[in-house]
């Protein structure tokens, strides 16, 4: 079976910058994202797109294909008044908030100068190339209901 839209793929990967930094890995079978959905990055989706279980192969993903390239716009200071009074402020604190379009995306406090504080939308991924070492471990025919839900759904069916 070739990975392709609605068909569920189990697959290990090692994810490193081009400095070599590791960033995450699964290594224990059981990163599982339904393809077509944009469960993840498109620029990995792309490259993963008609591999075979067994398949090992390496993925280069240039910053624009993957979390984009930083937004200077996306950085910001603003009064410690903006947060809730008891907020334990630290510099790498990340909360939600409402994005100019509306929706919401992560911020992080980037930096504490008195009571202003700058604050990045970015994520932190931004304007960073990503490697994957990528090893395909099962491909399957996704349910009716994950492809409903956009999601893997675990063995049992509907997780939450």
Do not use: C, W
């Amino acid at each position: 079976m070739q990975i392709e839209d609605k068909k569920i793929v189990v697959m290990n990967y090692t994810l490193t910058t081009d400095e070599g930094e590791v960033l995450d890995k699964s290594t224990d079978g059981r990163f599982a994202y339904l393809h077509g959905a944009d469960n993840i990055i498109s620029g990995l989706e792309k490259a993963l797109t008609g591999k075979k279980t067994g398949d090992n192969l390496t993925v280069k993903v240039a910053a624009e294909d993957g979390y984009g390239m930083r937004n200077d716009e996306m950085v910001q200071v603003v009064g410690r008044e903006m947060f809730e009074s008891d907020a334990e402020l630290e510099v790498g604190t990340q909360f939600h908030a409402e994005g100019p379009d509306g929706q919401p995306i992560m911020i992080t406090i980037a930096a504490i100068d008195g009571d202003d504080i700058t604050i990045d939308g970015n994520h932190p991924l931004a304007g960073v190339n990503l490697n994957f070492d990528v090893s395909i471990i099962d491909i399957r025919d996704a349910s009716e209901e994950e492809i409903a839900h956009g999601h893997v759904h675990g063995p049992d069916g509907h997780q939450h």
